[in-house]
């Protein structure tokens, strides 16, 4: 069965250092993962996929991924971390049926990104 | 550009009571999604439909109806509310079956069963 996980409930950084949000999954064929950021009190709100191409993947709000097939990772980084990024940081693997991927995506436990001034 | 809605976004209710919950986009997505969030699950599936008269289940789906007699809308029914069913619970859609589209959510309701 596909699933990921994210090992941090929470990580702490300072403003203006670089943050890291770990995440790691497992599928049984090529995975097509996903972030999402949820605000307070707001629904879930799209940042990047990995589809297939190229491993560093960049998306909204000045965050990247990057995919490691071989550590089975899809780590999520910033360069200079914001207060403004302060979230739940969830990472999803689109689910594979017996056809191949299907439109269900299966999330992780999420993690709680603090951004200190 | 409405998006995708969801309503009531609050609601307190009583053990045993039959709760509605709606959700509403104007995409005209085929796909749309019913999730529960809780604290140390993430979201988990409850429901899902392909299109309109097609749903099925998902990893929770227990105590829970759903219908889709319109693409547009795809209501969530607790049809007797437990304390377990407290939750916070999204709706979702996709466009199609394109593997690489993006699942787009609902603001959210936050239940809470007393």
């Known amino acids: 069965a596909q699933s990921v996980a994210q090992p941090e409930d929470q990580v702490n950084v300072a403003e203006g250092n670089p943050l890291t949000v770990k995440c790691t999954y497992s599928v049984s064929g090529n995975p097509y993962l996903f972030w999402y950021v949820q605000y307070p009190n707001r629904g879930l709100q799209f940042l990047l996929k990995y589809i297939t191409g190229d491993n560093l993947v960049k998306g909204s709000y000045g965050f990247e991924a990057e995919f490691n097939k071989s550590q089975t990772s899809f780590h999520l980084k910033k360069p200079s971390a914001l207060v403004s990024d302060s979230a739940l940081y969830f990472c999803?693997?689109?689910?594979?049926?017996?056809?191949?991927?299907?439109?269900?995506?299966?999330f992780g436990t999420g993690t709680l990104l603090a951004v200190q001034p | 550009d409405a998006g995708i809605t969801q309503s009531p976004r609050y609601k307190i209710t009583e053990t045993g009571r039959q709760v509605t919950l709606m959700c509403h986009q104007t995409?005209?997505?085929?796909?749309m999604f019913w999730y529960r969030q809780d604290l140390g699950h993430g979201l988990r599936l409850i429901y899902y439909?392909?299109?309109?008269?097609?749903?099925d289940k998902g990893e929770v789906p227990d105590g829970y109806v759903v219908s889709r007699s319109k693409t547009e809308n795809f209501p969530l029914t607790l049809e007797s509310a437990t304390r377990s069913q407290t939750s916070v619970y999204f709706c979702?859609?996709?466009?199609?079956?394109?593997?690489?589209?993006?699942?787009?959510f609902g603001p959210g309701t936050r239940l809470t069963v007393l």
């Open positions: 979702a859609s996709i466009r199609a079956s394109g593997s690489t589209d993006t699942q787009y």
């Open positions: 999803a693997v689109r689910d594979l049926g017996y056809g191949g991927a299907t439109n269900k995506l299966i």
């Open positions: 439909s392909a299109a309109a008269d097609i749903t």
């Open positions: 995409w005209s997505h085929s796909y």
